[in-house]
């Protein structure tokens, strides 16, 4: 095949078995289950097992699982001590990158990945997965009191994963019904097939590098707006317009200056994101639940949305899964440069989940190219220039 599609626009990179989107229905399913109702009775750490086994954990291999992620919370001295050590004006993505890609030197093992048919290693693959997974919320969380100049706040091992990361983060007992929409939240984001952060993952994971590494070349690709940076976009959007009333203004303008709007459109779905509509459920259900004291950023999302609708709806553009994410999390107290890091917390189950995929059926990458730059030419010395 020699045609050349930008973005690999609708080109298979890959086999995989660990979710599928029904775009024009606005479907998308985890190991073939519909997220709307892992939404509704799963939690992160089950949901995880499911996309890392391919299947439900029973209670007691979920009990496993969490007690593993539980005593994996602490972040070793020499990791706190390089974080004191970067600049506190750094974005928090910049930060997780750094430190997730430094952890491979502090576990080192991966040796034992040889990308045979079979990923013979699983107990390697199983106990990395766990390191990862319970350390980044960890460090996320330290981030933010190291960068105000305070000392992190330790890790509890009675509390859930969603509730732990609240608990860090924000040094407060968590508040129960924030805390079910973040694990909802979490859930929400942990997959979504081979979009361009997961690409990185199949990528690095090919040529068999050390998994801290494709978890930060993964970190790097998410951190742009166009992918996961996007929900922070939308809240200083929201921030910007100000008022229900300017949303309509706002949009024209926008769309007349060929401006996208954050949070808007998916390469996936000609419909509403499955996500956001959950998200924008669960947003609905908090501010009935509090009665009048409302952040009124939501009644501008609503309007924003509702003219976007008008407008976009017939390019097959409506809200993703970013348009409502900032805006529960910014309730949680949590600073707007920290929601694409979150994303990426949740994101680590997918990655991990396609890590281990790629491993057992692995060949490494190396798509090919059009050619468009001059023609064969001698060399000209610099004096004939
Ligand atoms: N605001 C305004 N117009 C948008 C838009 C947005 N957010 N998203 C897409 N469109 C328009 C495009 O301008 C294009 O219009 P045209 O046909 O008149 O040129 C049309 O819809 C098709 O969009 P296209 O650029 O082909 O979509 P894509 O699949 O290449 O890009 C995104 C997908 C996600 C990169 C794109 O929708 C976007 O930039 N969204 C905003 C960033 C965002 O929220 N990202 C998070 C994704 S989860």
Redesign the pocket.
């Known amino acids: 095949m020699n045609e050349y599609l930008p973005?690999l626009a609708g080109v298979p990179a890959t086999k995989s078995n660990i979710s599928d989107i029904d775009g024009e229905n606005g479907i998308l399913f985890y190991r073939g289950y519909p997220i709307e109702e892992l939404a509704e009775h799963s939690s992160f750490e089950e949901t995880s097992r499911l996309l890392l086994d391919g299947r439900l954990p029973t209670a007691q291999e979920l009990a496993d699982f969490t007690t593993q992620l539980t005593d994996n919370r602490h972040i070793k001295f020499y990791t706190r001590g390089m974080m004191k050590n970067l600049p506190a004006t750094g974005h928090p993505m910049e930060m997780l990158q750094t430190v997730v890609a430094s952890l491979g030197m502090f576990y080192p093992g991966s040796d034992c990945l040889t990308g045979s048919d079979a990923c013979e290693d699983l107990d390697y693959i199983h106990n990395t997965t766990v390191k990862i997974m319970a350390r980044m919320p960890c460090i996320v969380a330290m981030w933010e009191h190291i960068r105000n100049g305070y000392d992190p706040i330790s890790p509890r091992s009675d509390l859930s994963y969603a509730e732990n990361f609240l608990y860090m983060l924000t040094g407060q007992e968590p508040d129960p019904q924030l805390a079910r929409i973040m694990d909802v939240c979490l859930i929400l984001h942990a997959e979504h097939t081979i979009n361009a952060s997961t690409f990185a993952v199949l990528v690095n994971a090919s040529t068999l590098a050390n998994p801290y590494t494709v978890m930060a070349a993964a970190i790097g690709a998410l951190s742009g707006?166009?992918?996961g940076g996007?929900n922070q976009r939308v809240l200083e959007m929201l921030k910007e317009i100000g008022s229900p009333e300017k949303a309509e203004e706002y949009v024209d303008r926008k769309?007349a200056n060929k401006e996208?709007?954050?949070?808007?459109?998916?390469?996936e779905y000609k419909t509403k994101d499955p996500r956001a509509t959950i998200l924008q459920g669960l947003m609905d259900k908090f501010m009935a639940d509090r009665g009048g004291n409302i952040n009124p950023m939501f009644e501008i999302a609503k309007a924003v949305e509702a003219v976007c609708e008008d407008r976009?709806a017939k390019?097959g553009?409506y809200a993703?899964?970013?348009f409502y994410s900032g805006l529960l999390y910014s309730e949680m107290g949590i600073p707007a440069d920290q929601f694409t890091t979150i994303f990426a917390i949740a994101r680590s189950a997918g990655w991990l989940a396609h890590w281990r995929e790629q491993l057992s059926d692995n060949r490494i990458f190396r798509p090919t190219q059009v050619y468009t730059g001059e023609p064969r030419r001698g060399y000209v010395p610099i004096s004939e220039r």
């Open positions: 973005g707006p166009l992918h996007a769309l996208v709007i954050w949070g808007m459109g998916h390469r976009l390019k553009v993703n899964v970013d």
